[in-house]
């Protein structure tokens, strides 16, 4: 993330998103989640992150977080649709938030979790 901070590259932000895989979030209702990204014939990660939500799980395609994170404006988001109208746009807004990017009301906070202090 001090990396991106530096130097807010999409080269930089896929290097925290690879590090975040695996790692548990919760969406605006509290629910749990993760992520994976898998590896494509070449050898190398595709932009394709694979949300693990109970028994099902559902792809998330690079191009929707680029469009979410570039719809980042202020500290405070109240709601995931304030990142766009973009699809599993529940699940960036539960990744932005444990990255540090946006905070989220009070209200929401409490189900989904205060993250560890953070530097901005």
Same mark, same amino acid.
């Given at each position: 993330?001090? +990396?991106?901070?530096?130097?807010?590259? #999409? #080269?930089?932000?896929?290097?925290?998103?690879?590090? $975040?895989?695996?790692?548990?979030?919760?969406?605006?209702?509290?629910?749990?989640?993760?992520?994976? =990204?898998?590896?494509?014939?070449?050898?190398?990660?595709?932009? #394709?992150?694979?949300?693990?939500? +109970?028994?099902?799980?559902?792809?998330?395609?690079?191009?929707? *977080?680029?469009?979410?994170?570039?719809?980042? %404006? #202020?500290?405070?988001?109240?709601?995931?649709?304030?990142? /766009?109208? =973009?699809?599993? *746009?529940?699940? =960036? $807004? /539960?990744?932005?938030?444990?990255?540090?990017? =946006?905070? *989220?009301?009070? %209200? *929401?906070k409490e189900k989904m979790?205060?993250?560890?202090? +953070? %530097? %901005?």
């Amino acid at each position: 993330m001090k +990396r991106w901070r530096a130097d807010p590259t #999409e #080269e930089n932000f896929w290097g925290v998103v690879l590090a $975040y895989a695996g790692v548990k979030f919760k969406t605006y209702s509290g629910l749990p989640f993760s992520y994976e =990204i898998k590896k494509g014939r070449n050898g190398e990660y595709t932009k #394709e992150l694979w949300i693990d939500c +109970r028994e099902n799980s559902k792809s998330l395609a690079w191009s929707s *977080v680029l469009l979410a994170l570039k719809n980042v %404006k #202020e500290d405070v988001v109240d709601r995931p649709k304030a990142l /766009g109208d =973009i699809r599993g *746009v529940t699940y =960036i $807004y /539960g990744m932005f938030y444990r990255f540090g990017l =946006i905070d *989220v009301p009070d %209200k *929401v906070k409490e189900k989904m979790g205060r993250p560890k202090d +953070r %530097k %901005k």
